[in-house]
């Protein structure tokens, strides 16, 4: 087993994770975006043209930029996606690397809502100080971006910082290179995107815990502890549904279930849909059938102006005004 630095932390949290069976894994719509983001981010240095992004996506991906671009000095090479191997058999992706004539960065981008922390307890970004000071022998600085949370933490990962970190990583595959099932660990953020959910006898013992005594209101502590494991069984129960949708589609048995195709219609054209039921509805009452797309609109006028989606939106804004309702609702956060 040659732990991935992306993987260390789970190493660290749940020792024997890599003993439970994996299952095979397909991108979520996080980590989806998260990769267009990052493509962004790489076309920006190499100077190519960007994907489509919405406001809120250009707006991160423009905030990241703004904290990168002075670390870009002049002489300076800059090498964006670059895959880094270490000493010990293990590599890695480094979102962005700096060399400049004396010094080194190495940019790590989180484009997720949760909070990573601090770069100095960031596992991950030191193992790439440890690959780049191997390999470079200079000053590396490491950078922890999370563009979301208008967040930039950097530390200057001196020889002292890296070799630390190199005694705690081999001290944390040490732990995971002898562990057995027993050392599992269920818990957030190991369990979230953990491939052996599907397949961990611990995961499912934790959440086959039911109140075992008469029943009785939930205490303040017992709610917090239920909402903990709640956010695990959320990610646990996909997990599963997806797992038993590539079995059978694959052809394999899942005894109870089988795949069943599920119809919907859509009209692709409005203006078609009019003109085929124009003596039957008038045009209002056809427009009254349609529902309208906020972001929809502040595209179109952003195109047939040729503005930014930025402007375009506030244009919209001022000039519907009041017909736009906003609806707020209540969620839960993490306090
Ligand atoms: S699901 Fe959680 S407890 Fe089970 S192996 Fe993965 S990280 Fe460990």
């Known amino acids: 087993m040659i732990p991935r630095p992306s993987e260390l932390f789970r190493h660290e949290l749940c020792p024997g994770w890599w003993l439970v069976p994996q299952s095979p894994q397909e991108d979520s719509p996080e980590a989806a975006e998260g990769k267009k983001l990052h493509r962004a981010m790489a076309a920006l240095v190499e100077k190519k043209p ?20 002075p670390l870009m000095v002049e002489g300076s090479e800059c090498l964006a996606e670059m895959k880094m191997h ?19 960065h190495l940019i790590d981008y989180k484009f997720g809502r949760a909070d990573q922390g601090d770069v100095a307890g960031h596992l991950q970004l030191h193992q790439y100080g440890i690959y780049a000071c191997d390999r470079w022998n200079t000053h590396v600085t490491l950078h922890l971006i999370q563009p979301r949370l208008r967040s930039h933490s950097r530390i200057l990962a001196g020889q002292n910082v890296l070799e630390n970190a190199r005694a705690q990583i081999a001290g944390i595959v040490a732990k995971s290179q002898n562990a057995t099932i027993d050392d599992l660990n269920p818990g957030s953020p190991q369990c979230d995107y953990c491939p052996g959910k599907v397949n961990c006898p611990r995961l499912s013992k934790e959440l086959a815990v039911l109140p075992a005594n008469a029943p009785k209101i939930a205490t303040a502590e017992e709610m917090t502890s239920h909402m903990e494991l709640a956010a695990i069984a959320e990610k646990w129960a996909k997990a599963v549904k997806s797992e038993a949708k590539r079995r059978l589609m694959q052809g394999e048995e899942v005894p109870g279930y089988t795949l069943a195709s599920r119809k919907s219609s859509k009209i692709e054209s409005i203006g078609a849909a009019y003109a085929k039921l124009k003596e039957t509805l008038s045009r209002e009452d056809l427009l009254l059938c349609c529902s309208i797309s906020l972001p929809k609109i502040v595209e179109a006028v952003a195109k047939s102006k040729d503005i930014s989606n930025a402007k375009a939106r506030r244009e919209v804004e001022s000039t519907l005004g009041e017909i736009i309702v906003e609806e707020v609702s209540k969620v839960i956060k993490r306090a």
């Open 86 to 104: 270490g000493k010990d058999g293990s590599s890695g992706t480094i979102d962005l690397v700096v060399l400049c004539h004396d010094c080194l």
């Open 50 to 69: 960007l994907e489509p992004l919405d406001d809120e996506q250009m707006a991160a991906v423009k905030w990241a930029w703004d904290e990168v671009q």
